[in-house]
């Protein structure tokens, strides 16, 4: 199963107003590494012809990325209220 | 004079488990979570081990949603093509009813629906910002703007603190205090279940297992809990060794374990139904937070409370525990609530198994997150097994020289096998 698939298991409540991670492009520009691309379980972020890509709708909430981007870019707070992921085991 | 004597940030079994403690002891609590309902945000294998929890409900196991009890524990080595496994059977166990798979979707709500029976007032679908914090006091919580003051917080936000981390109370999680939980909820007949894994209706399986079979330097364990008609599946994976590799992606971690041959054959036909993510607190001593401050307490995973020596992987009843002792340290200062009063939250742990097992168990990440442990032993088990079974019609040779010939062919030295085993057996 891709992980498009899987992630298409899940239910989200989508704050369209805000969003809860946002990244700087000027420095994922110039990012060597990367890493959030491999880090993040779900698939938030996708080099596209070598540009760093980010979409906050999938998000899960982790948190995996704040870590894993040691660069500054990426600035991470919760979803407002009650909004994001919806997990229904957990 | 504050709105509340305390509030409690987080409805998971730390917070639930405080909350339900304080309103027992008549303190007017709120119990703040931000799924709606609680459980909707957490994540967790999960098996439940031991009982602290009739401390607060007694009898709970009469109403909770438990799926099934540990009745086969296994600990396996997964190689590429083998599984070398150690599995523990027991109508003892059965009995003793220690080990209680659960779904945190339902238990977490179940939990909270208790705290509000014993008088919390429980708000849902909130999220905290940070604490307040006036002249050196935490005088209350911050929600979009609005500040609710209380006399005390306790912190129960779990793996990923980010009310400590904006309230300037702890610094950002890295690499070593934290590693990464991914995790598959699949649908299984309740029948085939039984029969797969060789229990019956109540009893359940639990496995944890050291991916052995992962390349280029990736570290990570897994694990499978059945529950009632569905089956846990899920990695617990180190950020460090993700980050040195730089090329594999966290999710194919999971798709590569749930593909290995004997996994594969475990969920057959299973209906994936759920894929999660979350933290999973690893750091033990040196990734804590202070616990404790003028006006706040800080418990379960937030605190990083969780036990993993490679047998057992262990935090719901380090997390009840610790919010029944911060419960009970609020209590007992009641009107005089001060960074010196607040600091007997730490005696307590020290003198119950929370503390004593992260100062007893310090350093164990170093056995458990080694290549000793999650590349070269699975690979020798591997050598002598088949050593042993995989018969030729040649002259049989004693254990120890089977056991020498596998070291040797895995590039190791004897004495280092024997000084690794040893320190690995302490530490465990």
Request: with cysteine.
């Given at each position: 199963m891709k992980i498009e698939e899987k992630l298409s298991l899940l239910n989200y409540k989508t704050?369209?107003?805000?969003?809860h991670i946002t990244i700087d492009p000027d420095i994922c520009a110039t990012c060597?590494?990367?890493?959030c691309v491999f880090a993040c379980p779900a698939n938030c972020y996708t080099l596209i012809n070598g540009k760093l890509n980010f979409k906050y709708?999938?998000?899960?909430?982790?948190?995996t990325c704040d870590i894993a981007?040691?660069?500054?870019?990426v600035k991470w707070t919760l979803p407002k209220g009650d909004n994001g992921v919806i997990y229904k085991y957990g | 004079m504050s709105e509340f004597d305390v509030i409690v940030i987080g409805a998971g079994p730390a917070g639930s488990s405080a909350a339900i403690k304080l309103a027992q002891g008549g303190m007017n609590v709120l119990l703040v979570e931000r799924g709606d309902p609680p459980g909707t945000k957490n994540v967790s294998g999960a098996v439940l081990w031991g009982d602290e929890l009739s401390k607060v409900v007694p009898d709970w196991e009469r109403s909770a949603p438990i799926e099934r009890y540990v009745t086969r524990k296994e600990v396996a080595f997964l190689t590429e093509k083998s599984k070398i496994a150690i599995s523990y059977s027991s109508q003892d166990l059965m009995e003793r009813k220690s080990g209680k798979i659960i779904v945190r979707g339902k238990f977490d709500q179940w939990l909270a629906r208790k705290a509000k029976d014993a008088g919390a007032m429980l708000v849902t679908g909130i999220t905290i910002d940070k604490l307040v914090i006036d002249g050196g006091k935490v005088i209350g919580v911050m929600q979009d703007g609005d500040v609710i003051t209380s006399d005390a917080v306790i912190v129960a936000?779990?793996?990923?603190?980010r009310v400590l981390i904006n309230s300037g109370l702890r610094p950002k999680l890295s690499d070593h205090d934290v590693a990464l939980g991914i995790k598959e909820t699949i649908k299984l007949p309740e029948n085939v279940i039984n029969e797969r894994f060789n229990v019956d209706s109540k009893g359940g399986y639990a496995s944890e297992f050291?991916?052995?079979?992962?390349?280029?330097?990736i570290l990570s364990g897994g694990f499978l809990y059945t529950n009632r008609d569905t089956v846990s599946l899920g990695i617990v994976a180190s950020l460090d060794r993700l980050r040195a590799n730089g090329?594999?992606?966290?999710y194919d971690i999971m798709g590569k374990f749930e593909e290995h041959p004997f996994i594969k054959n475990l969920i057959k036909d299973g209906i994936p139904d759920e894929y999660a993510a979350h933290l999973v607190p690893e750091g033990g001593l040196a990734s804590?937070?202070?616990?404790?401050g003028n006006g706040y307490l800080v418990t379960g995973d937030a605190a990083m409370f969780t036990f993993s020596n490679g047998m057992v992987l262990q935090g719901i009843n380090y997390a009840i525990t610790s919010g029944i002792l911060a419960a009970e340290t609020i209590l007992e200062n009641k009107g005089k609530i001060s960074e010196e009063t607040l600091s007997n939250y730490v005696n307590k742990l020290r003198n119950s198994y929370v503390l004593s097992d992260l100062y007893t168990f310090n350093g164990i990440q170093n056995v458990t997150w080694s290549d000793f442990t999650q590349k070269t032993m699975p690979k020798i088990l591997d050598s002598v097994m088949m050593s042993m079974f995989d018969e030729r019609g040649m002259p049989k040779k004693h254990l120890m020289q089977v056991l020498s010939a596998a070291v040797k062919s895995n590039g190791m030295k004897y004495t280092e096998l024997i000084s690794s085993g040893y320190r690995m057996m302490r530490k465990m």
């Open positions: 704050d369209r107003s805000y969003a060597p590494d990367h890493f709708e999938d998000c899960v909430e982790c948190g981007c040691s660069h500054g870019s | 936000e779990g793996a990923n603190p050291v991916l052995g079979f992962l390349d280029d330097g090329m594999t992606h966290s804590m937070p202070k616990l404790y």
